[in-house]
């Protein structure tokens, strides 16, 4: 059975650090120099998110305009792909996905699985040409994206763990490409209460795994018909109905409601 490594890197230069991982068999087979080029390029890119959207840097084009200077929609092309999407996503969860927290406009409920597409499709993909490499990922926060090379028996393990008991394991997935993203009451900006404690959704890309993830937080019950309409995938920790898994819209527990 193989036996694979993982080398990891932290990009420390957001409001909250990138992880990069690498699976591989063989350590001494990756070209470490075409790695250590895409890191550079990454941590420049994630830069320059920082001068967008972080809150901690009271300069960027975000605290602006949380502040009522308006001008980044004109100014940043960037920043206006976000805007946009924040809207697109609050009409499609008819917004059980917010973009506004105390009266501001915050788009961090899909701005971590933005930033993880657009840097693993433009960056990290690519080393997956590199045959000493089997598997890279990206995490931020409680979102990941991942992705394997093809033609090989390769699958990421992703655990998801109870949000009241780190030390119970709830589900484990095992994917070779896609996107996982889990939002629990712990750590919600949200404003409506509901029973759902947790939800993890499975997708093709981090963003709309970000998206789901946020949205059945605050639907609670009535996510079930996301769940249907979307063909979702992922699992639901219900504070009274327990544990409910999903898959492509399907549930194994609680009949979904029309």
Same mark, same amino acid.
């Given at each position: ?5 993982? %080398?990891? %890197?932290? !990009?420390?230069? /957001? ?9 591989? #068999? ?20 994630? +830069?320059?998110?920082?001068? #967008? /959207? ?14 009522? $200077? ?16 924040? !809207? ?42 590199? $045959?000493?490499?089997?598997?890279? =990922? ?15 028996? /390769? ?12 030390? !119970? ?15 629990? $009451? ?11 404690? +947790? ?11 970000? !998206? ?5 937080? =605050? ?7 996301? %769940? ?15 544990? $409910? ?8 527990? %609680?009949?979904?409601?029309?």
């Amino acid at each position: 059975m193989n036996e694979y490594k993982y %080398i990891s %890197i932290v !990009i420390n230069k /957001f409001d909250l650090p990138f992880e990069v991982k690498l699976a591989t #068999l063989d350590e001494g087979a990756i070209n470490k120099e075409l790695v250590d080029e895409t890191i550079d390029k990454i941590s420049e890119n994630v +830069q320059q998110y920082d001068s #967008l /959207f972080s809150l901690e840097n009271h300069d960027s084009l975000l605290s602006r305009f949380q502040d009522g $200077e308006e001008t980044a929609l004109m100014t940043s092309k960037t920043f206006r792909e976000v805007y946009e999407q924040t !809207i697109t996503a609050e009409q499609m969860t008819h917004h059980y996905f917010s973009s506004y927290f105390n009266g501001k406009y915050d788009p961090i409920g899909l701005l971590n699985g933005w930033m993880i597409d657009q840097i693993f499709n433009r960056y990290l993909l690519s080393l997956l040409s590199d $045959e000493g490499i089997d598997g890279v =990922s990206l995490r931020c926060g409680e979102d990941v994206r991942l992705a394997s090379r093809p033609n090989i028996d /390769f699958r990421w393990r992703i655990a998801i763990k109870d949000p009241k008991n780190l030390n !119970i394991l709830l589900a484990t997935y095992f994917l070779k490409n896609g996107a996982v993203s889990t939002a629990n $009451e712990l750590h919600s900006l949200r404003n409506e209460k509901s029973n759902v404690e +947790q939800v993890t959704i499975v997708g093709n890309s981090a963003v709309d795994a970000n !998206i789901w993830s946020s949205a059945g937080l =605050s639907a609670g019950i009535k996510f079930s018909e996301f %769940i249907t309409k979307y063909h979702l995938t992922g699992m639901i920790v219900d504070k009274y109905a327990g544990l $409910e898994n999903f898959r492509d819209g399907f549930s194994d527990k %609680i009949p979904l409601r029309k």
